[in-house]
């Protein structure tokens, strides 16, 4: 799938891509990795049912289908930015879906698993005391990083993300009860 993305980047080609059974037409912008090097994600934009774009990447190892669509299609040197910066910011596997702002209190021991877990780690925006931090990440990454601090990181806010976790830490006891 490499050479048809590249392809597609080089030609101003959009694509179209096909994973976990649902396709899509993305304008790619670059291939890219993960904070670690571990994956390749395909970064671009893709549109939305709304009609509008919205950035968006792709794990290419969960791609199960790429087409070039031969319609000509060129990101505005502002979007390019934009994505950029993003990579930048959040990590390649982080574009999609809006950031909020999530306080977070951790135990002792949370403060040592934080500083201690390096793969896929939010930078915080701001300490405020008491062992709490603020952080300006998507609802994914903080579930991805953080569900397993368990007692040790409770979500303080906001209240979609802290019931979030609530709802699947009782899902997970319910299996052990």
Same mark, same amino acid.
């Given at each position: 799938?490499?050479?048809?993305? @590249?392809?597609?980047?080089?030609?101003?080609?959009?694509?179209?891509?096909?994973?976990?059974?649902?396709?899509?037409?993305?304008?790619?912008?670059?291939?890219?990795?993960?904070? =670690?090097?571990?994956? $390749?994600?395909?970064?671009?934009?893709?549109?939305?049912?709304?009609?509008?774009? $919205?950035?968006?990447? =792709?794990?290419?190892?969960?791609? #199960?289908? !790429?087409?070039?669509?031969?319609? $000509?299609?060129?990101?505005?040197?502002?979007?390019?930015?934009?994505? #950029?910066?993003?990579? !930048?910011? +959040?990590?390649?596997? /982080?574009?999609?879906?809006?950031?909020? !702002?999530?306080?977070?209190? =951790?135990?002792? &021991?949370?403060?040592?698993?934080?500083?201690?877990?390096?793969?896929? +780690?939010?930078?915080?925006?701001?300490?405020?005391?008491?062992?709490?931090?603020? =952080? @300006?990440?998507?609802?994914?990454?903080?579930?991805?990083?953080? /569900?397993?601090?368990?007692?040790?990181?409770?979500?303080? #806010?906001?209240?979609?993300?802290?019931?979030?976790?609530?709802?699947?830490? +009782?899902? &997970?006891?319910?299996?052990?009860?």
């Amino acid at each position: 799938y490499i050479l048809a993305i @590249e392809d597609s980047i080089r030609l101003n080609y959009a694509l179209s891509i096909l994973t976990n059974n649902t396709e899509y037409e993305i304008i790619p912008y670059k291939i890219v990795t993960d904070t =670690f090097n571990t994956y $390749h994600y395909l970064a671009g934009y893709i549109y939305g049912k709304d009609k509008n774009i $919205h950035p968006v990447s =792709f794990r290419i190892s969960r791609i #199960s289908n !790429i087409k070039i669509i031969r319609t $000509h299609k060129k990101l505005t040197s502002v979007q390019e930015k934009e994505l #950029s910066d993003m990579i !930048i910011k +959040r990590g390649a596997q /982080f574009l999609v879906k809006d950031l909020a !702002i999530i306080k977070i209190k =951790f135990t002792e &021991a949370g403060i040592k698993k934080y500083n201690s877990q390096l793969y896929l +780690r939010p930078k915080y925006k701001e300490i405020l005391g008491n062992n709490i931090y603020i =952080f @300006e990440i998507t609802e994914f990454q903080a579930e991805s990083y953080f /569900f397993k601090f368990g007692k040790d990181a409770e979500i303080l #806010s906001p209240d979609n993300i802290r019931n979030n976790f609530i709802q699947k830490y +009782r899902e &997970a006891l319910n299996i052990y009860v």
